[in-house]
């Protein structure tokens, strides 16, 4: 029997990827490039020329791994947002061009929704609390009422966009197969003495700013190892972000914790999310790097949801949406347990 395939293209900061799937889920390829700035953090018209320049090779790449030809792909999806503008205009020419090339519909994904929904296909969860912790989002989210909604988020910068710039502070630089956030996760484990750092939660919102200053600044004094400072700083960001989704999940009832994101790789935060989660009888879920960091098969396996729901767009109307909300899409293919 033939089956169905979406193309999905994530391109929303530093990564460009390709990913094939079936319309039952079956990942074919998940084909990834990263652009990794010289110095400093990521330049939005840098990335983008990287996207551009590597975006046929990854997608011929995640053809040759499949082993299917282009005409079989029956929708194609995009990343639409959130994100930098520069950055996801590049998936989303890719994507048009394909689309009518290929004459298929397209499919424009709000990229924290497809963080949750391949969170969910790859853990067997149902209906979660999601901790969503990367380089440029922190969104504490579960279902209710049509959405998924926001309970709890950052209020200034995101807990890897905060672990990166500490340890870029710090000299270190990052590897291709080696982000910041391992190396400062790395250097954590070594740490020994518990150095104060501003805790900053606001109701169930977080901001991690002052967090970071304190930690630069103390960095700078030389009173403390950088093994301590790591360690203290992943202490107390990681204790807000679990504070935060325990109390989403004492008021919701959820029966699962869903840890996504490219912070989600760190054990240290897994652990405490584990032990809360034990604490509420609700089953831990932590989604495997490949799928928990940007990827194309969590835009394609959205694109599959949205396209048996419907939700296609003219190419006329798929520009990007820079700020595109979370709890601004609708999702009529969830079903909760209470439901
Ligand atoms: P993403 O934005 O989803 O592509 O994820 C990238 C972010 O994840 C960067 O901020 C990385 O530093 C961070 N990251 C990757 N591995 C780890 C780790 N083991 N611990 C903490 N942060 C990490
Ligand atoms: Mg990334």
């Known amino acids: 029997m033939r089956e169905d395939y979406c193309l999905g293209i994530e391109s929303s900061a530093d990564d460009f990827g390709v990913g094939i799937i079936s319309f039952n889920g079956e990942v074919l390829a998940n084909v990834n490039d990263v652009y990794i700035p010289e110095r400093g953090g990521i330049h939005p018209r840098e990335a983008s020329r990287h996207h551009a320049m590597i975006a046929s090779k990854v997608i011929s790449e995640a053809f040759r791994r499949a082993g299917i030809k282009p005409k079989e792909i029956e929708v194609v999806a995009f990343s639409q947002g959130p994100g930098l503008g520069p950055c996801l205009r590049v998936g ?33 969860a149902i209906d979660p609390v999601t901790l969503y912790v990367s380089g440029g989002n922190t969104i504490v989210a579960a279902f209710e009422a049509k959405r998924y909604r926001v309970f709890g988020e950052t209020l200034d910068i995101a807990i890897g966009n905060c ?15 080696k982000p910041l956030g391992a190396m400062v996760e790395e250097l954590a484990s070594r740490g020994k003495v518990f150095v104060r750092l501003p805790y900053t939660v606001k109701g169930m919102d977080m901001s991690f700013s002052g967090l970071l200053t304190a930690a630069v600044n103390i960095m700078r004094e030389g009173k403390y190892s950088l093994e301590d400072l790591c360690f203290s700083l992943q202490e107390v960001a990681f204790s807000m972000l679990t504070e935060v989704t325990e109390r989403a999940l004492a008021h919701t009832e959820k029966p699962e914790v869903l840890l996504t994101g490219g912070v989600a790789a760190n054990k240290r935060l897994q652990t405490m999310l584990k032990i809360m989660s034990d604490e509420h009888g609700a089953r831990f879920c932590v989604v495997p790097r490949e799928y928990a960091t940007d990827n194309g098969a969590m835009i394609a396996w959205t694109g599959v949801l949205c396209y048996k729901f419907g939700m296609t767009i003219p190419i006329e109307r798929s520009f990007v949406k820079m700020r595109w909300r979370l709890d601004e899409v609708e999702v009529p293919w969830v079903r909760t347990q209470n439901m």
């Open 92 to 124: 989303a020419t890719v994507a048009r061009a394909l689309s009518s090339y290929l004459n298929k519909p397209l499919v424009g994904v709000n990229h924290c929704l497809a963080h949750i929904e391949i969170g969910k296909m790859v853990s067997k």
């Open 163 to 177: 672990l990166d710039v500490f340890a870029r502070e710090a000299g270190l630089k990052p590897l291709s197969n």
